[in-house]
């Protein structure tokens, strides 16, 4: 089993600047790639980054391309996504998820945080 905890989610005015970490503890070794999601009201949730958690190879929905950068700390455990130039439209709940044992679903998923974007 593994859990995984995000935090880091707040208000923060366009423009502005968020981190957000996802904790992961348990049977970590089973990970091979964590990736971090949002749903904002009344939409389904949505991709926004993945890294692969040996290579640290990365990946990025278009949307947030060039703004938000994903990153991990193997010795802690913990994926980052530093969020920059946000938008209101960037208002969600934020979810990290882990990719384990090669299998391509998510099969770990944290509890979420809020992330909301002023104008």
């Known amino acids: 089993q593994m859990q995984l905890v995000e935090s880091g989610g707040g208000l923060v005015q366009a423009g502005g600047s968020l981190r957000l970490s996802c904790a992961a503890s348990g049977r970590t070794s089973r990970v091979f790639a964590m990736g971090w999601f949002r749903q904002a009201p009344g939409k389904e949730r949505e991709f926004v980054a993945r890294i692969t958690w040996r290579g640290g190879i990365t990946y990025y929905a278009a949307s947030v391309k060039g703004r938000f950068i994903i990153s991990r700390d193997n010795a802690k455990n913990t994926m980052y996504l530093q969020m920059n130039s946000l938008k209101p439209e960037d208002t969600a709940v934020f979810y990290c998820?882990?990719?384990?044992?090669?299998?391509?679903?998510?099969?770990?998923w944290g509890q979420g945080t809020q992330v909301t974007v002023s104008s």
């Open positions: 998820g882990a990719q384990v044992d090669g299998k391509t679903e998510y099969e770990y």
